[in-house]
């Protein structure tokens, strides 16, 4: 079966545009996770969904970062007014249930120029 | 939630080799589970160690779980090329959701 998708997988844009960054996760998984990985670092968590609710969202760095997830299935990552600092890979999960394994995508490279 | 501690930082061995990689964590928790990252990829689950089990094997990996001390390892044996990635332990709490990942333990095994 279909893995976790994200689109798109590379993205470059100018300081100040917004983005919007797109997970499709395994169909059935009520849990859905973003994280932020920059370069050479381990992975910091940005939002979680349960279903449709985001019962977590302490890792959202500033109010420029946003998510939603629409249908219990489909999640959008939005970062309004990029900074240089934004740049990083945007990596998306699901599981099952929430604390089980997670299934990851491949990411989106995001690079803020 | 907590982060899980990798170490070492880096390490490097030759194929056939075993290669054993530490994870320590600071509070109770639910499950340990361990990740590899291949390079420009996402992580890919490795392994779920539960906190009342001691030890669990699959394939070429043993992981090990000692809550005492708040530590577990994870041993890769008979090492190949392949192998080559870095390697994440994410410690889930008892009322955990979320995954806290560390800098991770980059592996390279030499052909």
């Known amino acids: 079966g279909a893995g976790v998708s994200q689109s798109p997988s590379n993205k470059v844009t100018e300081k100040g545009k917004d983005v919007e960054l797109r997970c499709d996760p395994i169909s059935g998984h009520t849990a859905l996770y973003w994280y932020r990985q920059s370069l050479g670092q381990g992975l910091e968590f940005l939002i979680y969904f349960q279903g449709n609710s985001a019962p977590d969202k302490s890792g959202l760095p500033s109010d420029r970062f946003s998510a939603e997830r629409t249908g219990g299935s489909v999640s959008t990552l939005t970062i309004q007014r990029t900074q240089q600092e934004d740049s990083a890979v945007y990596l998306c999960?699901?599981?099952?249930?929430?604390?089980?394994?997670?299934?990851f995508g491949d990411g989106t490279r995001l690079s803020i120029l | 939630s907590q982060q899980g501690e990798e170490d070492p930082q880096a390490l490097s061995i030759q194929e056939g080799e075993n290669a054993t990689m530490n994870c320590s964590y600071k509070?109770?928790?639910?499950?340990l589970q361990w990740y590899r990252q291949n390079s420009g990829r996402g992580l890919v689950h490795l392994i779920l160690?539960?906190?009342?089990?001691r030890e669990k094997h699959s394939g070429r990996l043993r992981v090990t779980l000692d809550t005492s001390k708040k530590s577990s390892s994870l041993l890769i044996t008979a090492s190949r090329a392949a192998d080559t990635a870095s390697y994440f332990c994410?410690?889930?709490?008892?009322?955990?959701?979320?995954?806290?990942f560390g800098e991770g333990t980059q592996l390279t095994v030499n052909p």
């Open positions: 999960a699901s599981s099952l249930v929430s604390g089980q394994p997670q299934h």
């Open positions: 509070t109770s928790i639910n499950n």
């Open positions: 160690i539960r906190s009342n089990e």
């Open positions: 994410a410690p889930v709490e008892t009322s955990g959701s979320r995954l806290t």
